[in-house]
């Protein structure tokens, strides 16, 4: 290759080399110069050619004199010689002298800026008669061999060999094609590709250049640019004739990943930025938005089925479920099956083990706005009215089989918005709502947080729903449970509009409809006041389930089912605590704690009716009643221990 170059760099080489040995004796000639000129016009096609493509006869001359004494000794000592520059180098003087025979930097003035055309190219450019110009190492090395390179290409950005057709991808990747052959090429663009992180953004722009038979050079993000170097990156990608590929890291901010982007499309014309968000109202290029969302149920089961055949599983896995329970790019598929693995406690992945790795991949941080809920209970932990246990079952069974109702039949088709699985728990408080919610999750693999609507709900305008847009944004990778107890602040009855907290109140409730529709996980919305919940959100809500006050057979059941095993118990008189004291199951669960405390703490061996009935009066005090020896009944004695 070298060899190859360099014998098409000879003519002119040895042409001007020959000038040189003149000019020391005689000073400056015309003719020669033409000469030189119509030779180094024959350079087309040569990686010096590429260089000089588009530039003026001062700069091109300029450039092959720099190339000549970067790579020839005896044309550098004539240099030196004569115009006293340092080997390899060149000044501004000797290009004027030479080519043009005058004694000012006149013709070359315009052209040795920091930033102009000989400025990206050769090192040290100033408006001075005795700069020392030397051709930049990337230059040199792109002349020798047509070779070039940057800190800022990325070479290890291979696909892997096999490509799952998703139909998001293929459309943005005609958008894409579209986008790069109808752009005008007296207008700066920016082809913006947005989308979840490993939702094959960046793959898509490749299959896209590609097509069109594009070469490409996808580019870090995460180092410092300032114009010149941009200028400078501008030039070796016109050298390679390649369309940049601008890849947004996780630690580049979208404001700085814009700023470089628009400096990059005012030097080269097109650039592709692959980024998380729109930069459109950004950058101030125009810019065209591509945005690949989520795959779809079906084309996520088809991911999951293949993805996870490199994994050995216990045979239990059911793909449809993980498929309906979770919202997940290619790239955050792969992701959850790494980190399945990397937790699981063994080389076979459970279903658990899987599912576990998809809440542990896509953890939402929540910050102050939302608490993570550890799920504790169980099915049988709860004790409610058959009826509100099977539309329990219900909701998990509307995530169980999302993929085989809305795609496999077809109702993906028939309903355009609305596709969460939400419900409204109803019923006084201590009945068992949120414990019903952890069972929810822990039914389905999930993770469940608590929506803190002390940090949600603000008296500035547009706060509320700020937060409540970023808390439904952060869940929807994981899908996690959303669980908003005391709902009724944020969905009371729309009221008539008096003045503008009536209508701001109206529009926060609106809005949080319209995030609950959006979103394709499970939201629970818990209230002990649903009739002051507005009659059109509860008709959009999938469900209502109603925890009503326990009857005797259900505080029985909650009685036997408080104490733990292990617990030793004195002689309990159960039917006397489910009969004399109408509780809830909050209620009698704080009971049966704080008795076995009082027990542990006299170093009794089991708990008792004394202990019991402490608890019951610690209780009663709670609420601001009064647990006198009436209440006690029976046992009244153990009022006054």
């Given at each position: 290759m070298r060899r190859t170059v360099f014998q098409e760099y000879n003519p002119v080489f040895s042409a001007l080399t020959d000038y040189l040995v003149s000019f020391e004796k005689n000073g400056y000639n015309k003719d020669s110069v033409g000469n030189i000129t119509a030779l180094v016009s024959r350079l087309d096609g040569t990686p010096l050619g590429d260089l000089m493509r588009g530039r003026g006869d001062a700069v091109r001359l300029a450039l092959v004199l720099g190339a000549l004494v970067n790579f020839s000794r005896r044309a550098a000592e004539t240099v030196h010689r004569v115009f006293g520059?340092?080997?390899?180098?060149?000044?501004?003087?000797?290009?004027?002298?030479?080519?043009?025979?005058?004694?000012?930097?006149?013709?070359?003035?315009?052209?040795?800026?920091?930033?102009?055309?000989?400025?990206?190219?050769?090192?040290?450019?100033?408006p001075r008669y005795n700069a020392v110009m030397k051709l930049k190492p990337f230059a040199a090395r792109f002349i020798a061999d047509g070779d070039i390179d940057d800190d800022a290409f990325v070479y290890d950005n291979k696909r892997g060999a096999e490509h799952i057709e998703l139909s998001g991808n293929t459309r943005a990747e005609h958008e894409i094609k579209a986008a790069v052959c109808?752009?005008?090429?007296?207008?700066?663009?920016?082809?913006?590709?947005?989308?979840?992180?490993?939702s094959g953004r960046r793959t898509a722009a490749e299959r896209a250049l590609e097509g069109l038979d594009c070469e490409y050079v996808e580019?870090?993000?995460?180092?410092?640019?300032?114009?010149?170097?941009?200028?400078?990156?501008?030039?070796?990608?016109?050298?390679?004739?390649?369309?940049?590929?601008?890849?947004?890291?996780?630690?580049?901010?979208?404001?700085?990943?814009?700023?470089?982007?628009?400096?990059l499309a005012e030097s080269v014309g097109t650039v592709i930025a692959v980024c998380r968000d729109n930069i459109s109202g950004i950058v101030s290029a125009e810019t065209v938005t591509v945005h690949i969302g989520l795959p779809s149920i079906e084309e996520q089961y088809r991911i999951w089925e293949?993805?996870?055949?490199?994994?050995?599983?216990?045979?239990?896995?059911?793909?449809?479920?993980?498929?309906?329970?979770?919202?997940?790019?290619?790239?955050?598929?792969?992701?959850?099956?790494?980190?399945?693995?990397?937790?699981?406690?063994?080389?076979?992945?459970?279903?658990?083990?899987?599912?576990?790795?998809?809440?542990?991949?896509?953890?939402?941080?929540?910050?102050?706005?939302?608490?993570?809920?550890n799920c504790v209970f169980g099915w049988d932990d709860i004790v409610l009215p058959e009826h509100s246990k099977k539309l329990m079952k219900t909701a998990?069974?509307?995530?169980?089989?999302?993929?085989?109702?809305?795609?496999?039949?077809?109702?993906?088709?028939?309903?355009?918005?609305?596709?969460?699985?939400?419900?409204?728990?109803?019923?006084?408080?201590?009945?068992?709502?949120?414990?019903?919610?952890?069972?929810?999750?822990?039914?389905?693999?999930?993770?469940?947080?608590?929506i803190s609507l002390a940090n949600v709900v603000s008296k500035y305008i547009g706060e509320t729903e700020k937060n409540l847009d970023e808390i439904f944004e952060k869940a929807k990778k994981s899908k996690v449970v959303l669980f908003f107890d005391e709902a009724d602040v944020l969905f009371s009855k729309r009221t008539e509009v008096k003045d503008s907290n009536d209508k701001y109140s109206n529009m926060e409730s609106a809005f949080l409809l319209q995030k609950i529709e959006e979103y394709n996980g499970i939201v629970i919305?818990?209230?002990?006041?649903?009739?002051?919940?507005?009659?059109?959100?509860?008709?959009?809500?999938?469900?209502?389930?109603?925890?009503?006050?326990?009857?005797?057979?259900?505080?029985?059941?909650?009685?036997?089912?408080?104490?733990?095993?292990k617990l030793p118990l004195d002689n309990i008189d159960f039917d006397y605590l489910v009969n004399s004291f109408e509780l809830s199951g909050s209620n009698i669960k704080n009971i049966a704690l704080h008795s076995a405390f009082l027990a542990?703490?006299?170093?009794?061996?089991?708990?008792?009716?004394?202990?019991?009935?402490?608890?019951?009066?610690?209780?009663?005090s709670?609420?601001?009643?009064?647990?006198?020896?009436?209440?006690?009944?029976?046992?009244?004695?153990?009022?006054?221990?």
């Open positions: 520059a340092p080997a390899g180098s060149i000044t501004p003087e000797a290009v004027c002298e030479l080519f043009f025979g005058v004694t000012d930097i006149i013709p070359l003035v315009g052209w040795l800026s920091e930033n102009s055309s000989l400025g990206l190219i050769f090192e040290g450019t100033e109808t752009k005008d090429t007296d207008t700066i663009s920016v082809i913006a590709v947005t989308g979840e992180e490993g580019l870090r993000c995460d180092l410092r640019y300032d114009r010149r170097k941009t200028d400078e990156l501008a030039v070796k990608l016109r050298l390679l004739d390649a369309v940049p590929i601008a890849v947004q890291s996780r630690s580049t901010d979208t404001d700085s990943f814009a700023k470089f982007v628009d400096m293949n993805e996870i055949r490199f994994y050995k599983t216990d045979g239990a896995v059911d793909i449809s479920e993980l498929a309906g329970e979770f919202s997940f790019t290619v790239g955050g598929i792969k992701k959850a099956l790494r980190f399945a693995q990397m937790f699981a406690g063994s080389d076979t992945l459970s279903a658990a083990d899987i599912k576990n790795g998809c809440c542990r991949s896509a953890d939402p941080d929540m910050g102050s706005k939302a608490v993570k809920i998990c069974d509307q995530v169980r089989y999302r993929h085989k109702v809305y795609d496999t039949w077809g109702f993906a088709g028939k309903i355009a918005y609305g596709k969460s699985v939400s419900m409204i728990f109803t019923g006084p408080p201590g009945t068992g709502k949120t414990m019903a919610a952890q069972i929810i999750a822990a039914e389905l693999g999930l993770d469940i947080y608590r919305l818990a209230t002990n006041l649903v009739q002051n919940f507005d009659e059109a959100f509860k008709r959009r809500m999938k469900l209502m389930i109603d925890f009503p006050f326990p009857d005797a057979a259900r505080r029985a059941e909650m009685w036997k089912r408080a104490f733990p095993e542990a703490a006299e170093s009794s061996p089991a708990v008792g009716m004394k202990h019991i009935i402490a608890a019951l009066r610690n209780e009663y709670k609420s601001g009643k009064a647990f006198t020896k009436a209440e006690a009944g029976e046992y009244f004695y153990y009022i006054d221990e």
